[in-house]
């Protein structure tokens, strides 16, 4: 372990032991941006070991476990990083990629090619229409009281003012998300414009990627669970470049990653930190995506609330760094894309 992250551990040994003396909701706070701190603090160290960061059997899959940063008496403590880097960019303008991953879902191609079009219509930023598109005299003539964005979506919901989405993914009855909307929400990103990692590729989204890159998806998926062809366990490999992947570039559009907009990747490039920091029936609950500092990622914003409700897609301008609860500035190489605190007492 680096000179910098036992300095650090140390730090924030210290820190979580002087803010466990006392009982208030500050505290909490206090406790769990030590341990968000933390995690920062292993994908950095993660990273300048092995020169790039893959896959969480790397050691930050577990960043308390790796960090051995003590846990406070009487208090339950949970770190979960997640890979955001495997689901497709939603700004994306590839035809073909959206009619494909319509298709993984299961519906038919007409309908799959109203959804497309009208997808990159609504966040293109011209007025021309798409031969299966909408633009702002399409929504008109239909008597609704709004136009396309022209901008990349900013929360899954805004799904509903789009033509072909507004019948297809919600409940004609209810209007609830339906199950095509809950698949689109788990295959899709809306903050990171990276490629999309492979080695954390899963479902819907590495099937398209084997078809557009023309390799074995299963074979890909037993590849990565490694010789005891468990995923998750000690033994499992990672790609450090898709080109690795037997049989990439063989698929429709011939090149592979160049002719689909750079699709393909094997870096993690977007996570997911959620911290819970427990204290009998009070929870502190910290939900944040972070990226590469300067690299193709909306800018930081802040939430707090009651509810487990992420305000996806909100964005600000200017990059930002966010303070720890000792107020000191991030010193890792990260930019936070978005922060909600939620309290339960």
């Given at each position: 372990?680096?000179?910098?992250?036992?300095?650090?551990?140390?730090?924030?040994?210290?820190?979580?032991?002087?803010?466990?003396?006392?009982?208030?909701?500050?505290?909490?706070?206090?406790?769990?941006?030590?341990?968000?701190?933390?995690?920062?603090?292993?994908?950095?160290?993660?990273?300048?070991?092995?020169?790039?960061?893959?896959?969480?059997?790397?050691?930050?899959?577990?960043?308390?476990?790796?960090?051995?940063?003590?846990?406070?008496?009487?208090?339950?403590?949970?770190?979960?990083?997640?890979?955001?880097?495997?689901?497709?960019?939603?700004?994306?303008?590839?035809?073909?990629?959206?009619?494909?991953?319509?298709?993984?879902?299961?519906?038919?191609?007409?309908?799959?090619?109203?959804?497309?079009?009208?997808?990159?219509?609504?966040?293109?930023?011209?007025?021309?229409?798409?031969?299966?598109?909408?633009?702002?005299?399409?929504?008109?003539?239909?008597?609704?009281?709004?136009?396309?964005?022209?901008?990349?979506?900013?929360?899954?919901?805004?799904?509903?003012?789009?033509?072909?989405?507004?019948?297809?993914?919600?409940?004609?009855?209810?209007?609830?998300?339906?199950?095509?909307?809950?698949?689109?929400?788990?295959?899709?990103?809306?903050?990171?414009?990276?490629?999309?990692?492979?080695?954390?590729?899963?479902?819907?989204?590495?099937?398209?990627?084997?078809?557009?890159?023309?390799?074995?998806?299963?074979?890909?998926?037993?590849?990565?669970?490694?010789?005891?062809?468990?995923?998750?366990?000690?033994?499992?490999?990672?790609?450090?470049?898709?080109?690795?992947?037997?049989?990439?570039?063989?698929?429709?559009?011939?090149?592979?990653?160049?002719?689909?907009?750079?699709?393909?990747?094997?870096?993690?490039?977007?996570?997911?930190?959620?911290?819970?920091?427990?204290?009998?029936?009070?929870?502190?609950?910290?939900?944040?995506?972070?990226?590469?500092?300067?690299?193709?990622?909306?800018?930081?914003?802040?939430?707090?609330?009651?509810?487990?409700?992420?305000?996806?897609?909100?964005?600000?301008?200017?990059?930002?760094?966010?303070?720890?609860?000792?107020?000191?500035?991030?010193?890792?190489?990260?930019?936070?894309v978005h922060i909600s605190e939620n309290r339960i007492f």
């Amino acid at each position: 372990m680096s000179v910098v992250i036992l300095r650090f551990i140390e730090e924030a040994t210290k820190e979580i032991q002087y803010q466990s003396q006392f009982q208030g909701q500050e505290d909490m706070r206090s406790q769990a941006y030590c341990f968000f701190d933390t995690a920062l603090a292993v994908l950095h160290e993660i990273k300048e070991i092995d020169g790039q960061l893959y896959r969480p059997v790397q050691g930050w899959g577990d960043p308390i476990g790796y960090s051995g940063i003590p846990l406070p008496d009487g208090v339950d403590v949970q770190v979960k990083i997640t890979d955001e880097s495997g689901r497709l960019p939603i700004n994306h303008n590839n035809v073909q990629i959206w009619n494909l991953l319509f298709e993984e879902m299961g519906i038919d191609l007409g309908q799959a090619e109203i959804l497309t079009d009208s997808l990159i219509d609504w966040m293109d930023q011209d007025d021309l229409k798409r031969l299966n598109g909408a633009e702002k005299e399409d929504y008109d003539f239909d008597g609704k009281d709004y136009r396309p964005s022209n901008e990349i979506l900013k929360d899954f919901e805004e799904l509903r003012l789009i033509q072909g989405f507004d019948e297809v993914f919600f409940d004609e009855e209810t209007g609830e998300p339906n199950q095509y909307y809950h698949w689109f929400e788990q295959s899709v990103t809306l903050h990171c414009e990276h490629p999309v990692n492979v080695n954390a590729a899963q479902g819907l989204v590495l099937n398209v990627l084997a078809r557009m890159g023309g390799f074995d998806s299963e074979y890909l998926r037993q590849h990565l669970r490694g010789p005891d062809n468990e995923a998750g366990t000690g033994d499992d490999p990672w790609l450090t470049n898709f080109e690795q992947i037997p049989g990439f570039g063989a698929g429709p559009t011939p090149g592979g990653a160049n002719s689909s907009g750079n699709l393909f990747g094997a870096t993690s490039q977007m996570f997911r930190i959620e911290v819970k920091v427990a204290r009998g029936e009070s929870v502190f609950l910290i939900d944040t995506l972070v990226g590469p500092k300067g690299g193709g990622t909306s800018s930081a914003n802040r939430s707090t609330g009651t509810s487990r409700n992420v305000q996806k897609g909100a964005r600000t301008g200017g990059n930002k760094s966010v303070k720890s609860s000792t107020g000191s500035q991030s010193r890792y190489p990260f930019e936070i894309v978005h922060i909600s605190e939620n309290r339960i007492f």
